[in-house]
């Protein structure tokens, strides 16, 4: 059974920093995709930033560019998002998700994949003014 744990939202005021950690169970890091999404009320869900486990090649949306930034710990099967000069607009709630076939790009912009996907409970991020 593939489970993902979602942990480190909080409340911050605008500019702090948080860490997102998300722990996968079930599942190994070989040449699969990995990402953080986030949905604020009454919007959209949106792909954050994904990456593939094979080269790293990672896409992020503009809005974050230069101040979050995703890694992956594949011994520890954990995959964590950095969040720096946090906007009042970062408030969401952020979950994690997995699929296996590497397809990072169509993870993140279409929350789909050929071989099957993942998702992980939300932790919510709250930046105040």
């Known amino acids: 059974e593939v489970q993902l744990q979602a942990s480190g939202g909080g409340l911050v005021h605008t500019g702090g920093s948080l860490t997102l950690s998300c722990t996968i169970s079930?599942?190994?890091?070989?040449?699969?995709?990995l990402g953080w999404f986030r949905q604020a009320p009454g919007k959209e869900r949106e792909g954050v930033s994904c990456?593939?486990?094979?080269?790293?090649?990672?896409y992020s949306i503009d809005s974050v560019k230069g101040r979050f930034t995703m890694s992956a710990d594949a011994a520890k099967n954990t995959v964590f998002l950095q969040m720096n000069s946090l906007k009042p607009e970062d408030t969401a709630t952020y979950y994690c998700?997995?699929?296996?076939?590497?397809?990072?790009?169509?993870?993140?912009?279409?929350?789909?994949?050929?071989?099957?996907?993942?998702w992980g409970q939300g932790t919510q991020v709250t930046v105040s003014s």
């Open positions: 998700g997995v699929a296996r076939g590497g397809d990072y790009k169509r993870l993140c912009l279409l929350f789909a994949s050929d071989e099957g996907e993942y």
């Open positions: 990456t593939r486990t094979s080269d790293g090649e990672t």
């Open positions: 079930g599942f190994t890091f070989d040449d699969v995709a």
